[in-house]
């Protein structure tokens, strides 16, 4: 069991550019979550799928998120254009009956 | 709406000495709670979780805690701790999708030696 794949670790772009954070889950696990950590705001859910279906996006922050999961081994967070506060820790977790995260894309937005 | 306090934002403990770390929840049903730990810049390890059951569950590294419906509470313990338990500390609460969870904001542990 290789855990939730997330690409790339880090990531350094400028203001406007467009970011796209990969996810492969575990196979199985019919869920998958998308999560952001900040200093200020601690992890937050951003959007999360059940059978690759997105069933609730609340949580994304503005229209310049977006995310899709077009099969049930892989997943895209895309930020299109990125600003500055974007800047964090975004965390994919897949799960069946125990969530269990990806080591995290640390996005730097300057 | 499901949330989750935990009071202490770091504590410090020599090694070898208990630990406690707090948390309350607040949910509007039979709570799932997880506690997770975070290493400086890694991911997120699940220490153990609470379905139903056992008040008293137990995790990996010698960590346990105990569920107190009465008390919103579930709080985690560990009887010896190591250096190598130092770390950030979440718990977490979620419904019948287990991955949709509310975090805590963490406690931070610093082991002396």
């Known amino acids: 069991d290789a855990g939730v794949i997330q690409s790339p670790r880090h990531e350094v772009t400028e203001m406007g550019q467009e970011v796209t954070l990969r996810c492969k889950p575990i196979?199985?696990?019919?869920?998958l979550f998308w999560y952001r950590q900040t200093m200020m705001r601690g992890l937050e859910l951003l959007i999360y799928?059940?059978?690759?279906?997105?069933?609730?996006d609340s949580g994304m922050p503005e229209d310049r998120f977006s995310a899709k999961m077009p099969n049930a081994s892989f997943s895209t967070l895309k930020i299109q254009p990125s600003e500055p506060r974007d800047s964090a820790v975004y965390f994919c977790?897949?799960?069946?009956?125990?969530?269990?995260f990806g080591s995290g894309t640390r996005l730097t937005v300057v | 709406a499901q949330s989750v306090t935990q009071p202490d934002i770091h504590i410090t403990v020599s090694e070898g000495a208990s630990l406690e770390l707090r948390c309350n929840y607040s949910?509007?049903?039979?709570?799932?709670l997880f506690w997770y730990v975070q290493s400086p810049g890694q991911g997120l390890q699940l220490l153990l979780k609470y379905f139903s059951g056992d008040t008293l569950v137990q995790g990996i590294k010698g960590f346990e805690a105990e569920f107190k419906r009465s008390q919103s509470s579930f709080n985690l313990r560990k009887p010896s701790v190591h250096w190598s338990d130092a770390a950030e500390y979440f718990c977490a609460v979620g419904g019948e999708s287990y991955g949709k969870l509310t975090f805590g904001q963490g406690t931070i542990l610093t082991v002396h030696p």
């Open positions: 977790a897949s799960s069946t009956a125990r969530p269990t």
């Open positions: 949910y509007g049903a039979t709570p799932y």
């Open positions: 799928f059940n059978n690759n279906v997105p069933i609730d």
């Open positions: 196979s199985g696990h019919n869920s």
